[in-house]
């Protein structure tokens, strides 16, 4: 982890990792930060939104909205179809049976798979 805090460049992280027995090219490295970078970006863009959520409270609804949607973004899920499905069905869905519109217990019309199909 060092070596990410001390800013040090790839070609030099490489060379560390070849002293210690471990050949990975920089475009693995590369690789790594960029897909870091992609994952933390939606943080970095939401920043300045997180500011203005009106209370706690309304800090709080947006973190569990945004759990949500990144769950069904694990699951494979599109978010906008997870959102239309459970909007859809929640006004009839028991409230003692919640959890059956969790992203990894609902299968909406729409995931990214079928999308790709």
């Known amino acids: 982890m060092a070596k990410y805090c001390d800013h040090q460049p790839l070609y030099r992280q490489s060379a560390i990792y070849a002293r210690h027995g471990v050949t990975l090219p920089r475009s693995t490295l590369a690789d790594w930060v960029a897909g870091s970078s992609?994952?933390?970006?939606?943080?970095?863009?939401?920043?300045?939104?997180?500011?203005?959520?009106?209370?706690?409270?309304g800090g709080h609804s947006a973190a569990s909205i945004y759990s949500l949607l990144g769950s069904a973004a694990l699951?494979?899920?599109?978010?906008?179809?997870?959102?239309?499905?459970?909007?859809?069905r929640i006004a009839e869905h028991p409230v003692n049976q919640i959890d059956d519109l969790l992203p990894w217990n609902l299968t909406p019309h729409c995931t990214a798979l079928d999308r790709a199909a």
């Open 38 to 57: 992609q994952l933390l970006r939606p943080l970095a863009l939401g920043r300045k939104n997180f500011l203005f959520a009106g209370s706690d409270a």
């Open 75 to 88: 699951n494979g899920i599109e978010s906008m179809a997870y959102l239309r499905e459970v909007l859809a």
